[in-house]
């Protein structure tokens, strides 16, 4: 049962034997990375994730495995669906504030290892059945060791400035992402318009910084969101590190450690759409049912494969 789709690779839940429970299962296509030549990347997506098993917000790798035409990594969570999957309407602020909490918790810890994400999108960020944030697609982080990278990737409506302008990038680029992603979950439309519906208006906006706030959002979120999508990356809020963006007055209340931890409740309008995804998703389980996948040690991998 497929949840979620990339490039080359899909995430579904699967029965694997000893366990009692369903677990996600995220496979790349082995056809599909080569035509885009991607083994180096997916190589190193999977081993980010396996060094980040510890993470709150990054579920445990239980095993990898492989076959003639798949490589998989079984994951020890059960998700339920993107975040944009509950974006139907706009979340509350509360809802809101819930989830941007728990992506500061997760760019906190990523930007300490000197990792940069690159994927703060709702189209990117999975959600379990609890309603909690979970990290699974690593396509466009990066070990930063100081250096600026240049490479122009993410999700095209996230961008920052200094991406689009080709200037070469670092952290800052994660912060002004968020403030994207606060800005859709509170109105589900993009701040700077969507590439979807023209390709060089949200160019020009995102390069000025041409920003335009809803009457509906409060103050203190108006001021975050202005904060984070700085044109000048050195004055962005969040640049300093993640206790800036902890500190401001729309994250008063946040309790930082339950957040960190896991163990915070989500809000209730967030488990109501939470629920009614699951209700859908079990309909279509029902319907057609997953196939129990082998002992990830009985599987063969093809030659060019072996370390994985």
Known sequence: MCIYAADCSEIGLVQVRGYDKMRTLKRFYIKRVQDLHKEVQVFEEKDL?????????????????????????????CLCCSLAS????PLNETSARFFAASVVVALEELHQKSIIYRGVSADIL???RSGHLQLVDFRFAKKLEGQRTYTICGIADSLAPEIVL??????????WALGVLIYFMLQSDMPFGSW???????????????????????????????KLLVVDENARLGT??????KKHPWFDGTDWERIASGTCAAPEEITE??????ET?????????????EDPDDLTAPEWIQDW
């Open 281 to 293: 998703l079990n309909e279509d389980l029902s319907a057609s049912p997953s196939v129990p996948i």
């Open 166 to 175: 080709g200037r070469g990038h670092g952290f800052p680029a994660d912060w």
């Open 240 to 245: 300093s590190g993640a206790e800036a963006v």
């Open 49 to 77: 994730m396996k060094s980040l098993s510890k993470s709150t917000c990054v579920p445990e790798v239980l095993s990898t495995c492989a076959d003639q035409s798949y490589l998989g990594i079984l994951l020890n969570c």
């Open 86 to 89: 509950i974006l139907h309407t």
């Open 273 to 278: 759409r939470i629920n009614y995804c699951i």
């Open 196 to 226: 979807r519906e023209s390709e060089l208006e949200p160019i020009t906006k995102i390069a000025k910084g041409h920003l335009v706030m809803p009457v509906s959002f409060s103050a203190e979120v108006v001021d975050l969101i202005t």
């Open 126 to 128: 999975m959600l379990d």
